[in-house]
C-alpha cells in the first residue's frame, strides 16, 4: 500500500508548509517528499471545502505547537505536534528543562527541511504521521531502552539513504517505512533508531556518553501532553500525544521529545486545546486539592485506556465515545 499524503496549509498562528514522509521498502523514489508549495494564509483559507470552518487552537501548556491537515489514503486528518524538553543531571535524574525547543513555523523555509536547525529537522514536523518513535542521540551510543516491566523494547538500527534521511532498510524493514531527519538540535548525527511502537510510558535509556559511564534516562512522571476535542455537537473528547521523536544530547543533558496526535476533520471541531499534565502541575484558582487529585487521576485514566492508534486519526478521537465524567465535573 502506498499512503499518498497531500497536506494543507491551515491559516492558523502555528500554520507550516507541510511534505508528505512515508517510503516505501523497495522504492527509493518513495523516500523523497512531494513538493509542496504554500499560498499565502487568506488564500489557503478561501481554498478550504464550502463549508469547512478551521476550529480555533487553544494552548494551555508553555510548549510550542504545530498544526497541519493531511489527506491520504486513510482519510482527511488534523494532525498537531508539540515539543517537550528536559534537562538530566550527570546520574540522569530528569526534570523539565527551563527551555523549550522550537518547532518550525511560517518563516522557516521548507526548502530547508533537511537541514539540521536549533529547530531540528523541519521534515520531522511537517510529517503528519508516525506509527513509531525514532531516537537519535549526540556525543553517545544508545544502548537499550528498558521497559517498565524489566524487559528490553525492541530497536531497530536505521540506515542513512541517497538524501542523508535515515529509515530501517534491509530485511528488517515492514513494508512500509517512515524516515527522518537525524538531528539533535542543530547538530546532525549519523546513527539512530527505531522502536517496533511508540516510546512506552515508563521506559528507561541507557546511553552510553562518548566518554564515561553509561547513563539511565526516564522522564518524570507523570508527563502526558495531550489534547481536548471540543466538537460542534458538544463533546468534549481527551485524546493522548504520542512520542515520535525522542533526541538526546550528552553534551548538553538534554532530551527533547517531539509528541503527536491525529483526529479526523469531521465530524466538526469547534476548539483544539493542548494540555499537559506534568510533575509541578496545581490545582486551578479555586480548586481543592481533592478535586485536583480526582480530575488529574480521571483525566490520567482515561487517556491510558486509549488503544495505540495503527494508522492516522486516534482511535479515541471520537464525539461517540464515553469519558469518564470527574474529568470535567463531580
Known amino acids: 500500500m502506498t499512503p499518498t499524503t497531500s497536506l494543507t496549509v491551515l491559516a492558523l498562528a502555528a500554520a507550516l508548509a507541510v511534505a508528505a514522509c512515508a517510503p516505501i521498502k523497495g522504492d527509493p523514489a518513495a523516500s523523497r517528499p512531494a513538493d509542496v ?4 494564509a487568506s488564500e489557503a483559507a478561501a481554498a478550504e471545502p464550502q463549508g469547512f470552518v478551521v476550529p480555533e487552537l487553544r494552548n494551555y501548556t508553555a510548549f510550542g505547537q504545530v498544526l497541519l491537515t493531511g489527506s491520504d489514503s486513510f482519510g482527511e486528518y488534523f494532525s498537531l505536534s508539540t515539543k517537550i ?11 523539565l528543562a527551563q527551555k523549550h525547543e522550537p518547532l518550525v513555523d511560517a518563516t522557516d523555509d521548507p526548502a530547508l527541511d533537511r537541514e539540521c536547525t536549533d529547530k531540528g529537522g523541519g521534515l520531522n514536523q511537517r510529517t503528519t504521521w508516525f506509527p513509531d518513535t525514532g531516537v537519535f542521540v549526540r556525543e553517545g551510543t544508545l544502548q537499550s531502552i528498558r521497559l ?3 524487559k ?13 534521511s535515515m529509515m530501517v532498510m534491509g530485511p528488517r524493514a515492514r513494508q512500509i517505512e517512515y524516515f527522518w531527519i537525524p538531528c539533535v538540535g542543530k547538530h546532525r548525527v549519523t546513527r539512530g533508531h527505531r522502536l517496533n511502537e511508540f516510546l512506552p510510558r515508563g521506559a528507561t535509556l541507557l546511553v552510553k556518553p562518548a566518554k564515561g559511564n553509561p547513563v539511565e534516562l526516564a522522564l518524570p512522571q507523570p508527563v502526558e501532553p495531550f489534547l481536548l476535542l471540543r466538537y460542534r455537537e458538544g463533546a468534549m473528547i481527551p485524546v493522548p500525544m504520542r512520542p515520535v521523536l525522542v533526541t538526546v544530547d550528552m553534551a548538553e543533558r538534554r532530551v527533547v521529545v517531539q509528541y503527536q496526535a491525529t483526529f479526523a476533520l469531521k465530524p466538526a471541531l469547534r476548539v483544539i486545546e493542548l494540555r499537559a499534565i506534568l510533575p509541578d502541575s496545581a490545582p486551578a484558582d479555586g480548586e481543592t486539592a481533592a478535586r485536583f487529585r480526582e480530575r488529574t487521576d480521571a483525566t490520567l485514566n482515561d487517556l491510558r485506556m486509549c488503544p495505540m492508534p495503527t494508522k492516522p486519526m486516534d482511535p479515541c478521537a471520537t464525539p461517540n465515545r464515553v469519558v469518564d465524567r470527574r474529568i470535567f465535573s463531580r
Open 37 to 40: 508549495s504554500l499560498p499565502p
Open 85 to 95: 524538553a528536559f534537562a538530566f543531571d550527570a546520574r540522569g535524574a530528569m526534570t
Open 148 to 150: 517498565a516491566s524489566g
Open 152 to 164: 528490553a523494547a525492541s530497536l531497530v538500527p536505521l540506515s542513512r539513504d541517497e538524501r542523508g
